[in-house]
T-cell receptor, first 118, second 117 residues
Framework: GAVVSQHPSRVICKSGTSVKIECRSL??????MFWYRQFPKKSLMLMAT?????????EQGVEKDKFLINHASLTLSTLTVTSAHPEDSSFYIC??????????????FGPGTRLTVL | AQKVTQAQTEISVVEKEDVTLDCVYE???????LFWYKQPPSGELVFLIR??????QNEISGRYSWNFQKSTSSFNFTITASQVVDSAVYFC??????????????FGKGTKLSVIP
């Protein structure tokens, strides 16, 4: 149980284009999903918290107009990197919290999406 | 503010050796959760364990064991008889309830474990 998928796993795009990344909880419902960014050999940095049916909460320094988050259902959250630039190249990881485990904040992570912007 | 320190950046051991990964945390909250995650080269973070602040019992799961000591604010992770498949980056994480009523997960910088055959 507690499987989270991400699609695509790898994407290469041209500078100026937009890229959408999907995060799905496959066998549980998630009222809350999280988006992280991980630079090479670094720890995970929380970008935003996505709540089903409401606006995402962004961490300080994260541009909400650049990283659009939509949490349309209890099993799906999407991150759209708009007008991507080479500095947006990174490993993006989502996580989902099982609504049955809300009080413990156990997050289950997706396999990540490696974005390369040329 | 919360902080998680994993002082060991990289560790190398020979297969079948035991290895302990250190984790020290800082928080003023009395209620919190501690986690360990494994990130193999494929990139996916694998949940290993969750421990709440009121449960100081040590836990063993197969070759894995965890030692939680509130007195020293440590939550160390030991792998017994290490195997090549244990090679990965291991993250310790701390979760506390923020003032806004939501949990905030803070990760350590990770320890890269290499198990040499």
């Amino acid at each position: 149980g507690a499987v989270v998928s991400q699609h695509p796993s790898r994407v290469i795009c041209k500078s100026g284009t937009s890229v959408k990344i999907e995060c799905r909880s496959l066998d549980f419902q998630a009222t809350t999903m999280f988006w992280y960014r991980q630079f090479p050999k670094k720890s995970l940095m929380l970008m935003a918290t996505s709540n089903e049916g409401s606006k995402a909460t962004y961490e300080q320094g994260v541009e909400k107009d650049k990283f659009l988050i939509n949490h349309a259902s209890l099993t799906l959250s999407t991150l759209t990197v708009t007008s991507a630039h080479p500095e947006d190249s990174s490993f993006y990881i989502c996580s989902a919290r099982d609504r049955r485990e809300e009080s413990t904040d156990t997050q289950y992570f997706g396999p990540g999406t490696r974005l390369t912007v040329l | 503010a919360q902080k998680v320190t994993q002082a060991q950046t990289e560790i190398s051991v020979v297969e079948k050796e035991d290895v302990t990964l250190d984790c020290v945390y800082e928080t003023r909250d009395t209620t919190y959760y501690l986690f360990w995650y494994k990130q193999p080269p494929s990139g996916e973070l694998v949940f290993l364990i969750r421990r709440n602040s009121f449960d100081e019992q040590n836990e063993i799961s197969g070759r894995y064991s965890w030692n939680f000591q509130k007195s020293t604010s440590s939550f160390n992770f030991t792998i017994t008889a290490s195997q090549v498949v244990d090679s990965a980056v291991y993250f310790c994480a701390l979760s506390v309830l923020s003032g806004a009523g939501s949990y905030q997960l803070t990760f350590g910088k990770g320890t890269k474990l290499s198990v040499i055959p």
